[in-house]
């Protein structure tokens, strides 16, 4: 089993930037890539990006350009670096991990932590 813990949520003013962190503990070997899905009020969770072991990335058009992520093998943990937030990017973001290359279709989850962004 693999458990996921995030951190980093909170409230800003949309332009305003967050950075998002996820630390993965339990049976790392059997991960290859990790990332963030988000869940807006009253809409499916959707893919906002994923990074490989290899450190091949992939983001969501929405948050191209303003989202990156980034990953410390080391320590396990995975980072979402969000700039020029706006207010629809206001949702629950999840922290994932998958066997796979991406976390497109993810077999872990994290509970969620709360990304508010003010207008």
């Known amino acids: 089993q693999v458990q996921l813990v995030e951190s980093g949520g909170g409230l800003v003013q949309a332009g305003g930037s967050l950075r998002l962190s996820c630390a993965a503990s339990?049976?790392?070997?059997?991960?290859?890539?990790m990332g963030w899905h988000r869940q807006a009020p009253g809409k499916q969770r959707e893919f906002i990006a994923s990074?490989?072991?290899?450190?091949?990335?992939y983001y969501a058009d929405s948050v191209k350009g303003r989202f990156t992520i980034s990953r410390d093998n080391a320590k396990n943990t995975v980072y979402l670096q969000m700039n020029t937030l706006k207010p629809e990017d206001t949702a629950v973001y999840y922290c994932?991990?998958?066997?796979?290359?991406?976390?497109?279709?993810?077999?872990?989850w994290g509970q969620g932590t709360q990304v508010t962004v003010s207008s």
């Open positions: 990074a490989s072991s290899g450190d091949t990335t």
């Open positions: 339990g049976t790392i070997s059997s991960i290859n890539a």
């Open positions: 994932t991990a998958a066997k796979w290359r991406t976390t497109m279709s993810p077999g872990y």
